[in-house]
C-alpha cells in the first residue's frame, strides 16, 4: 500500500474541496492515487459538503414562527454574516421554523429527520445547500413554548427578513385577557427579554451550578474584607441573592422605565384589563452565543489526519 502523505492528504483537499479525514480514507482506498482519490470523493458526494463541515458556523440566523397558543425558535448558522443575507439560506430557515413548529421535533436531532417539503429530509436540504452555497451551516438548537390559554408573542430584535434575526425571542403569555391586552404586553416583555438577557424565568429555576459559581466568586471578595466570620456570611448570601434576583426574568426591573419589576408589569396589566394574565415561559436564542471559534494550526491538523 502507498504511503498516504500530508502533502497528498493537503494537495487533494485543494483539488476537491473535501475534508481532509475524507481524503486521508479516499487516498487509502485509491492506493494514493490522486486522480483515483478524487473520483472516489465525487462518487461519494463528499467533495464540496465535506469541506465546509470542517469549518466552524458561528453566524447565521435565529428563525422564530407562530401558531395559535404555540411557538418555536430555531437557530442555523453558517460561517459568515454574509450568508444570512442570501435568499436561498433565508428561505430555509424559515421553513425549518415552519417544519419545527408543525411537527414538535423537540432537538435539533429530530427536526434534522423531519421531511422537507421541497423532498428529503431537513438534514439532506441541509447537506444540499452547504454544497450550493459555498459554506458550513448547521442546525444547532431548537426551543418551543405553548399556553393552553393565551398568546405566543414572537419578536426579532433587528430582523434581517420577517421572522429571522440575530436575536429571537418568544413570550408565552397564560390568560384570558383578550389578544389586544397580550399581544402589546407581550411585545414589551419580548423587547426587554432581548435586551436583558434573563437567566431563567425566576431565581428558583436558575442552574443551581451558575449559583454555586457565583457563591465562590462572592465568597472570595467578602473573605477580603477581614470582617467576621458571620458577617462575611450574610455578605455572601446577600451578593448570591442579588445576583439571582438581577439574573430571573420576573425579579428583573423593566427596561422601559428601570424600576418595576416584571413580575410587577405583568400583575398591573392584568389588574387593568380585569383578567388572569401569567408570564408562563420565555425562549431567548442569540446567535452564536456560546460558540467559539476555532484557531487551529493547519500544518499539525493535515499531520494528525494523515497520521505524521
Known amino acids: 500500500m502507498a ?5 497528498a492528504v493537503k494537495e487533494l483537499r485543494d483539488r476537491s474541496g473535501a475534508g481532509m479525514m475524507d481524503c486521508k480514507k479516499a487516498l487509502t482506498e485509491a492506493n494514493g492515487d490522486i486522480e483515483a482519490a478524487t473520483d472516489w470523493l465525487r462518487a461519494k458526494g463528499l467533495a464540496a459538503a465535506q469541506k465546509k463541515s470542517s469549518r466552524t458556523a458561528a453566524e447565521g440566523l435565529v428563525g422564530v414562527a407562530v401558531a395559535g397558543t404555540k411557538g418555536v425558535a430555531v437557530e442555523v448558522n453558517s460561517e459568515t454574516d454574509f450568508v444570512a443575507k442570501n435568499d436561498q439560506f433565508q428561505d430555509f430557515v424559515r421553513t425549518v421554523s415552519t417544519v419545527a413548529l408543525e411537527s414538535g421535533a423537540a432537538d435539533a436531532e429530530a ?11 431537513i438534514a439532506e436540504k441541509l447537506v444540499a445547500n ?13 426551543a418551543h413554548v405553548e399556553v393552553t390559554e393565551g398568546v ?21 403569555l397564560e390568560g384570558d385577557a383578550p389578544a389586544d391586552v397580550l399581544e402589546p404586553l407581550g411585545k414589551q416583555l419580548a423587547m426587554h427579554i432581548a435586551a436583558a438577557f434573563p437567566l431563567a424565568l425566576s431565581a428558583a429555576d436558575i442552574d443551581p451550578a451558575l449559583l454555586e459559581r457565583e457563591r465562590a466568586i462572592a465568597a472570595e471578595k467578602a473573605a477580603e474584607s477581614g470582617k467576621p466570620a458571620e458577617i462575611v456570611a450574610k455578605m455572601v448570601d446577600g451578593a448570591v441573592a442579588k445576583f439571582a434576583k438581577e439574573q430571573a426574568l420576573l425579579s428583573q426591573l423593566f427596561v422601559m422605565d428601570n424600576k418595576t419589576p416584571i413580575a410587577d408589569v405583568v400583575a398591573k396589566a392584568a389588574k387593568d384589563a380585569g383578567k388572569s394574565i401569567t408570564l408562563k415561559n420565555y425562549v431567548r436564542f442569540q446567535l452564536g452565543e456560546g460558540i467559539e471559534k476555532e484557531v487551529s494550526d493547519f500544518a499539525a491538523e493535515v499531520a494528525a489526519a494523515a497520521g505524521v
Do not use: D, F, M
Open 130 to 142: 452547504i454544497a450550493t452555497i459555498g459554506e458550513n451551516q448547521n442546525l444547532r438548537r431548537v
Open 3 to 7: 504511503e498516504i502523505t500530508a502533502a
Open 111 to 121: 427536526l434534522s429527520a423531519q421531511a422537507h417539503p421541497a423532498g428529503g429530509t
Open 152 to 172: 405566543v408573542v414572537p419578536y426579532v430584535h433587528n430582523a434581517a427578513a420577517p421572522g429571522l434575526g440575530k436575536i429571537g425571542v418568544l413570550v408565552a
